[in-house]
């Protein structure tokens, strides 16, 4: 793919000046398209404003310069593992709740469709200034598009007592606002508005599109490889107050905020050190909160009323555990473990033996470590995605990439499908992930269907329906197609599952809404809830379940075996 191309109306102009409703600002003119980056949206969130919701910036006199990316937020960086795959660049500064505007025709009266993405990172990394990430083929292509940064990990997911929930999730509202009452000045429609996110960001996406204060603020939203999705609040609190403990200082927003930022950096990465989507382990998470989040975002989005009307594009890749296990060695490790790993796996997903010994049969040439992620994968991303597909048939699309990296191990991995819908593929740091030579006629089969989608709410292949058709993107030497249910019989296998559960085994990992005892808690990310703990999967000892302490050995021993990012 190549990350420079003909852009129409190619050509000098001046440096282009938009008025937002705190000031006026300057962007760049690159290659006929208009840039405007680290545009604040709202104050610092630093002070007396720490850890509380998003306040309006201080409004500026003359014209300031919007020439370069804001300061990120503050964040640890990768593990050297996951550092040769992900880029992550750091802004310093604290004037972190910016955004940055790609459009190709500033100015009011163009009335162009808007995307507004989130990016991934496990709320933890992650950044608008991720060239991977460079908005300027969607403004080519007619899309004024808009990226955000927000507050991450402990100063936007924190939980203290006081202080509202998800202070990173309502930096993400306050952006939408001042998109939705500034855009017609870049040239958007603020009528026209999708939201869109990859993995976490897909999550806060969807976190959005279910709460009650954006509704009205949007017409459409992609979920990239992230379900709509709800951490239980104890299980937060027990990340905040390992963090304390470390500290030595009291699980409150006061005490945090005397901390040196560094250290708390520190401290957090150390805490999460061990975690991963497939393992589960401390990690923080979006959280029911009643105001906000009044429940759990996929229930208000299957059952309830919100987002209504509203075009949904979905999807997942083909090997999203290879990200998570590949970097560090992991992968053979859980191969190595064999029934272990698959009784940590069904610790982590609260499932019977019966789900394992179905994915050996639908898998038959799998080792365990792919077992194991794609029973993981099936169960926190696919499954909440195609309940949401059924819930809007007739508005929603689903896809699937196949595409195999050509980096050694990595398949279809987690978030190699961002180089092509973005169509930044030529960018050293897309070949990170993909490697040299990936190919173009694919980021044009993406990057155009998410345009389209953007602009009409139709990417080009049929609805969701009873037959539930997937578009197929990188098979073999295939052109995109439409395959009929290809997840179907590994889907299948988690409803039976729920049939045959006991009461309360089959609630997975953060779907609860209610507070748990402080101090309570099972394994790291499994949750007790007193019913009996999952039977061992075929070959371990008959006629034995895993006890309590034993499961909390399984799946530490699991973690244990390569230390894991999130990403």
Known sequence: MTADRATPGAGARRDPVATTPYGAVRGRCEGGIAVFRGIPYAAPPFGPRRFGPPRPPEPWDGVRDAGAFGPTAPKPPYSEAFAAYLSDPVVPGDDCLNLNVWTPEPGRGARLPVLVWFHGGALTRGSSAVPVYDGRHFARDGVVFVSVNHRLGVEGYGLFPGVPANPGLRDQLAALRWVHESIEAFG????????????????????????????????????????????????????????????????????????????????QAEISRLSSPVLGGPAFGIVVDGDLVPRHPLDALADGDAARGTD????????????????????????????????????????GPEVPRGYRALYPGAGTAETVGQMVTDHLLRLPL?????????????????????????????????????????????????????????????????????????????????????????????????????????????????????????????????????????????????????????????GRTLRGPELRAVVRRLRRTGGVGRD
Not at 235 to 243: A, C, L, T
Not at 248 to 264: C, G, I, N, S, W
Request: with cysteine; hydrophobic share 40%; proline share 9%.
């Open 386 to 542: 195609q309940r949401l597909a059924d819930a809007r048939p007739g508005s929603s699309y689903v896809y699937e990439f196949a595409w195999p990296s050509l980096r050694p191990g990595l398949g279809a991995c987690h978030a190699l499908e961002l180089g092509f819908v973005f169509d930044t593929g030529g960018l050293p740091e897309s070949a990170r992930l993909a490697g040299d030579g990936a190919p173009q006629d694919l980021a044009d089969a993406m990057h155009g269907a998410w345009v389209r989608f953007v602009a009409t709410g139709d990417p080009g292949w049929e609805p969701w329906d009873s037959t539930h058709p997937v578009r197929v993107f990188g098979e073999g030497d295939r052109t995109p197609y439409t395959e009929r249910g290809p997840r179907d019989r590994a889907l299948a296998l988690w409803s039976a599952d729920a049939r045959r559960a006991p009461e309360g085994r089959g609630e997975p990992e953060g779907r609860g809404e209610r507070e748990g005892p402080e101090g309570r808690g099972g394994p790291e990310g499994v949750r007790e809830t007193g019913t009996p703990p999952p039977p061992a999967p075929s070959g371990s000892r008959p």
């Open 188 to 267: 958007g429609d603020p009528s026209l508005i999708t939201l869109a996110g990859q993995s976490a960001g897909a999550i806060s996406a969807g976190a959005l599109i279910a709460a009650p204060q954006a509704q009205g603020l949007f017409r459409r939203a992609v979920l990239q490889s992230g379900p709509p999705e709800a951490f239980e609040r104890d299980k937060v609190r027990r990340m905040v107050r390992r963090m304390a403990n470390r500290l030595k200082v009291p699980a409150t927003a006061e005490a945090f905020a005397a901390v040196d930022r560094d250290l708390l950096l520190r401290t």
């Open 312 to 351: 949904l594009l979905l999807g997942w890749t083909r090997d999203e555990y290879r990200l998570w296990l590949v970097p560090g060695g992991l992968l053979e490790r859980v191969d190595r473990l064999g029934a272990v790993a698959l009784a940590g796996a069904m610790a982590r997903c609260r499932c």
